[in-house]
């Protein structure tokens, strides 16, 4: 079994994957207090499940881009139980989770997230060939940034205001598909899926030197 964990935003996640598919996934909305409330799901999704740690093959956890704090929160939690469970670990860009639940559309797609001060972290991702991938660096783009980089019908996900919303609507009208919230934002099962993709090809990533993705500075 694989633990993903997702504490990126203020929308934190958890979820439980293995090769029979997702078994728990948790998400709520903290108020920057991802320290106090992620080991308590991480072990009432074990519980649920009947799960003991000796059980886990592998810890996932989402690095970013994201709030600077909650990726070294979530990072320091995954990077200790790898350690005192000698599993490997394996790190799967945030932005990437958010649009890989997308990924069977015909059109781009643009995740975003937010980075403060109107500002967003943002990515392109399309099927090219029959292949998934990611079409863009990650960029920080404010709102006026990322209507603009809009050149043709694209859907957008992730962690998307009403204020961002509007302003879509408003200025790319045509170009932007905007999902109802519950389908636009990004789900740690994805994350996890993403994760057991890469662990079934015998992959994970160096323990020590997994860091977050930042694209400001603090």
Known sequence: ?????????????????????????????TIDNHTVELLPYVVRACQQQGLQPSALQAVAVATGPGS????????SIAKGLALSLDLPILGV???????????????????????????????????????WQRCSDYALLDTKALTASLTEPTLICGEISAA?????????????????????????????ELAWQRLAKGEH?????????YLQRT
């Not at 934190?12 to 078994?23: K, N, Q, V």
């Not at 600077?68 to 990072?75: H, I």
């Not at 879509?168 to 389908?183: F, H, Q, S």
């Not at 990533?205 to 993705?213: A, F, G, H, V, W």
Request: net charge neutral.
């Open 93 to 131: 860009p945030t932005l990437d989770a958010s649009a890989y639940a997308h990924s069977n559309q015909a059109l781009p797609v643009r995740a975003v997230l937010p980075a403060g001060r109107g500002r967003w972290c943002s990515a392109l991702y399309a099927c090219i060939e029959g292949d």
């Open 164 to 192: 961002l919303r509007q302003a879509l609507i408003k200025n790319a009208a045509g170009l932007a598909v905007v999902p109802p919230p519950a389908l636009a934002q990004r789900r740690t099962g994805c994350l996890a």
């Open 1 to 29: 079994m694989l633990l993903a964990i997702d504490t990126s935003t203020r929308i934190a996640g958890i979820a439980l994957y293995d090769e029979t598919g997702l078994h728990a996934e948790q998400m709520w909305r």
């Open 205 to 213: 990533d160096d323990l020590p030197s997994l860091n977050p993705i």
């Open 68 to 75: 600077f704090t909650g990726l070294r929160v979530g990072l």
